[in-house]
């Protein structure tokens, strides 16, 4: 017997609650309290569910109770920790459908370091203080950075909560209120060229073509996935803009990294560098890609940054990453252009990552208008001070004797 339900929505003075009726494949009917409704526009608060959120949420019981995973179904207190991963893998690959890097990070921290220290535990052992206790460990060791530790304890937390669905577990013990993450700071510097310093990268490229690209990511902020996956029908020569549609990565074209496109002008540089590479004899056409291979196909990353080191080399410049090229656009574009702008020209999901390049505005205006303001703060003062010398003379005068 296949499972099925309905969502229902039960009407309560205090307001109303979405509950989930299902029958299991055994036959047995469930029915399971969801949350509070929510009726408005807006964005429903942690816990509460619309229509639509309900629907979902009944998808989702009766694909794991078809699957065997729910908890009425299974023995709660036989899953181990090896279990719960299994199951959190799953979940992101068919129902989150994570790209394939970043399950690649997922399966790399369970793999390598999860599995090694909770593999064999039953999940309702493993407490916040296991928890704590390996994120001490791993800083003690110091190995690996804070920033890849919260990754971890991310993960962790990942996997726990996918664990309160399936098998019912009282708390996620890896939640951020239960396990402090370490400090991650961040100063805001990085490392770049200056523009002397990337005409001569350039100029020890090994062909024209990668001449063209090193300037390109440095003139236009795009990642070197956005680069790879540049095709001619995205240059629109006449418009002087380009448009990012693509990301290649890990030997696949998809969506750029936020999962939005988006459109960025040209520099009349980008402009002519770009033309002059399209007079070459082949791969011309829209669908062909800018940046090719000699038979036409993606070039390959590795080597792509193996002549990247090999030009900074042969230059004789100071090393830096092939993404600090994209930081040489945005510590540049920042000077002229408004932070949104360039938030959106090299598209960073979140406002804060365009902070970084904040400091690189230039301040001289803004010295002025505070010379300006101390100035009339120090008139303000004097201006106070001598009203208050005047009304003390006037005082004084009302209280001398006449005669």
């Known amino acids: 017997m296949a499972a099925s339900g309905h969502t229902k929505l039960v009407r309560r003075n205090k307001g109303d609650v979405w509950y989930l009726k299902y029958r299991l494949p055994d036959g047995r009917q469930i029915q399971k309290k969801l949350g509070p409704n929510w009726a408005e526009r807006s964005r429903p608060p942690a816990g509460h569910y619309t229509e639509k959120m309900a629907e979902a949420a009944l998808r989702e019981v009766l694909v794991d109770a078809q699957r065997g995973v729910l908890p009425q179904q299974g023995n709660r207190s036989g899953a181990t920790f090896e279990d719960a991963a299994a199951e959190y893998l799953r979940y992101v690959t068919t129902v989150r459908q994570v790209d394939r890097k970043t399950l690649q ?4 921290v369970i793999e390598k370091y999860l599995l090694e220290e909770f593999g064999p535990r039953k999940i309702e052992e493993i407490t916040p203080d296991c928890i704590d206790s390996y994120k001490e460990n791993l800083l003690a060791e110091g190995r690996l950075s804070n920033r890849t530790i919260v990754r971890h304890l991310i993960v962790l937390s990942g996997i726990f909560k996918r664990a309160m669905r399936v098998w019912e577990l009282d708390r996620n013990p890896a939640a951020a209120n239960l396990v402090e993450r370490p400090r991650v700071s961040y100063t805001g510097e990085f490392e770049a060229y200056d523009r002397e310093e990337l005409e001569l990268l350039s100029a020890c490229a090994s062909d024209r073509q990668d001449a063209t690209l ?5 003139f236009t902020g795009l990642r070197q996935g956005e680069l790879l996956g540049l095709r001619w029908d995205c240059v629109d020569f006449v ?5 990012v549609r693509r990301n290649f990565s890990n030997g696949e074209e998809k969506v750029p990294k936020g999962k939005k496109v988006r459109s960025l002008p040209m520099m009349a540089e980008v402009v ?3 033309a002059r590479l399209k007079e070459r004899d082949h791969f011309t056409e829209d669908t ?3 940046f090719c291979s000699v038979a036409g196909g993606h070039l390959n990353p590795d080597h792509l940054r193996r002549r990247y080191r090999a030009a900074i080399k042969k230059a004789g410049l100071r090393p830096i990453r092939f993404h600090d090229l994209r930081h040489i656009f945005g510590s540049t574009a920042i000077r002229t252009l408004d932070p949104y702008s360039v938030q959106s020209y090299m598209g960073h999901q979140h406002y804060s990552t365009t902070q970084r390049y904040l400091h690189h505005q230039p301040r001289k205006q803004d010295a ?8 009339s703060g120090d008139e303000s003062r004097n201006v106070s001070r001598e009203m208050s010398r005047t009304a003390g003379n006037h005082g004084n005068q009302e209280k001398q004797p006449e005669g």
Do not use: I, N, P
């Open 105 to 108: 990070d997922y399966e790399g």
């Open 214 to 218: 090193f300037k390109v990511a440095a």
């Open 239 to 243: 418009g002087g803009l380009l448009h």
């Open 272 to 274: 002519d560098m770009l």
């Open 288 to 290: 062909d890609l800018v």
């Open 368 to 375: 002025a208008r505070l010379s300006e303001a101390f100035k």
